[in-house]
């Protein structure tokens, strides 16, 4: 069974600034993926970042990077210099052969 | 590219009523996911195909709902009677290849409101 838990219904960042967001995944898998995709007010899923659990090295994607503790089952992300167009919800989500589970989300909110 | 296209962007239907989205997947791609995207339960896959096989449809949640994907360029997913609770976001969503290195393009959903 796996399970994705998004603690942080909401979040709120002053624009230029940092902000982290957290999530834990459990999994009896050995091999799966784990990533965080945005959902704007258009709700369209677009995705943020990605990271294979075998990889020691944390992805990082221009603004974007992860913190993957593989044994702590923590997987949160950072986002760096808050932009306004990073205001969205963030869902946090992993899986492996298409099954892919979501945490419930995390609203971001991004002030002027 | 168009990306994964979805139709109708919006359904309003009556109780009742049978009620079929439609998706046409990324060109190329082998694998198409239906998801469900509520308040209450977040996003919830209900059943995916590969090669136009259904592979697990372990998330569909009664026998009023089926799917079927006829060919690599289409996909259905059918709800009859549509009941009230069915009212959601229905979001359709394509990749090459599944496991653990791939990711899912998803189309702009389609808003169910069965009333």
């Known amino acids: 069974a796996q399970t994705v838990t998004q603690s942080q219904p909401e979040m709120s960042v002053q624009e230029a600034e940092t902000v982290t967001l957290s999530c834990t995944y459990d999994t009896s898998e050995s091999d799966y993926y784990l990533f965080w995709y945005k959902q704007p007010p258009s709700r369209q899923m677009i995705l943020v970042i990605r990271?294979?659990?075998?990889?020691?090295q944390n992805a990082t994607e221009n603004r974007f990077s992860v913190n993957f503790q593989k044994a702590a089952k923590s997987f949160s992300l950072k986002i760096s210099d808050s932009q306004l167009g990073d205001a969205a919800m963030y869902f946090c989500?992993?899986?492996?052969?298409?099954?892919?589970?979501f945490g419930k989300g995390t609203k971001l909110s991004v002030k002027p | 590219d168009a990306g994964v296209i979805q139709s109708p962007r919006h359904e309003v239907t009556e109780m009742g009523q049978e009620v079929t989205l439609r998706c046409k997947p990324i060109?190329?791609?082998?694998?198409l996911f239906w998801y469900r995207q509520t308040m209450m339960r977040g996003l919830e896959l209900l059943i995916y195909f590969n090669n136009n096989v259904p592979i697990d449809d372990s998330g569909m949640p009664e026998d009023r709902f089926s799917a079927k994907m006829p060919n690599a360029s289409f996909s259905t997913l059918k709800i009859q009677p549509s009941e009230p609770r069915d009212s959601a976001v229905y979001f359709c969503?394509?990749?090459?290849?599944?496991?653990?290195?791939?990711?899912?393009?998803f189309g702009p959903g389609t808003r169910l409101t069965v009333l």
């Open positions: 969503a394509s990749s090459w290849t599944s496991g653990p290195y791939n990711e899912q393009f």
């Open positions: 990271q294979e659990a075998y990889k020691q």
């Open positions: 989500g992993g899986g492996s052969q298409g099954n892919l589970i």
């Open positions: 060109s190329g791609h082998d694998y």
